[in-house]
């Protein structure tokens, strides 16, 4: 309560200074939001250092299926095999790796493109068009009796393709 200096009454707040205190409380709520949410994404995406995590490797399919020249999707690893035409394996995620959103390969224009910022990635996973600083992520690939399989525990990070990031089925005599 405020008292008028003139008449010594009580002067009761008015409207705009109550105002103005609600609007303080509601900046402040909405910047406890903020840094709340900036901790908790920050926290989710602390690196893993892989002692707990275990491996989990999915069944892609025959490599018979798989012809050279070829990417297929791989719904349950949400990941790309690419068959290239020598025949090399890659295990593409589907996470581009600007922003990582979701990338859909463009089988017409033969590359991935992300539809979030305009990243075009060839059939390596390797960037054509930036704003991507780097290729795409790779998943460790194990060829068991003619059957192609896909560790998507354990993504691996890259600069750019290398050709000894292809993985070759073994030739049988």
Same mark, same amino acid.
């Given at each position: 309560? @405020?008292?008028?200096?003139?008449?010594?009454?009580?002067? &009761?707040?008015?409207?705009?200074?109550?105002?103005?205190? @609600?609007?303080?409380?509601?900046?402040?709520?909405?910047?406890?939001?903020?840094?709340?949410?900036?901790?908790? /994404?920050?926290?989710?995406?602390?690196?893993?250092?892989?002692?707990?995590?275990?491996?989990?490797?999915?069944?892609?399919?025959?490599?018979?299926? /798989?012809?050279?020249?070829?990417?297929?999707?791989?719904? =349950?690893?949400?990941?790309?095999?690419?068959?290239?035409?020598?025949?090399?394996? &890659?295990?593409?995620?589907?996470?581009?790796?600007?922003?990582?959103? =979701?990338?859909?390969?463009?089988?017409?224009?033969? *590359?991935?493109?992300?539809?979030?910022? =305009?990243? @075009?990635?060839?059939?390596?996973?390797?960037?054509?068009?930036?704003?991507?600083?780097?290729?795409?992520?790779?998943?460790?690939?194990?060829?068991?009796?003619?059957?192609?399989? @896909?560790?998507?525990?354990?993504?691996?990070?890259?600069?750019?393709?290398?050709?000894? *990031? &292809?993985?070759?089925?073994?030739?049988?005599?």
């Amino acid at each position: 309560m @405020i008292i008028d200096k003139k008449d010594r009454s009580p002067v &009761l707040p008015g409207r705009r200074s109550f105002l103005s205190k @609600i609007w303080i409380g509601l900046g402040i709520v909405a910047l406890a939001e903020c840094i709340i949410g900036g901790i908790s /994404f920050f926290a989710s995406s602390r690196k893993n250092d892989g002692k707990d995590t275990e491996a989990v490797i999915i069944e892609a399919g025959d490599i018979n299926t /798989f012809l050279p020249g070829t990417v297929t999707l791989i719904h =349950a690893g949400n990941c790309y095999l690419s068959r290239l035409d020598d025949g090399g394996l &890659l295990a593409i995620s589907r996470k581009c790796t600007h922003l990582a959103c =979701a990338v859909p390969w463009v089988a017409e224009r033969n *590359q991935f493109e992300c539809p979030c910022h =305009a990243s @075009i990635f060839d059939k390596t996973g390797d960037v054509i068009k930036s704003p991507a600083p780097r290729a795409l992520n790779l998943y460790p690939i194990s060829i068991e009796n003619d059957m192609v399989k @896909i560790d998507i525990s354990r993504p691996t990070k890259r600069a750019s393709f290398a050709s000894d *990031q &292809l993985v070759y089925p073994e030739e049988t005599a």
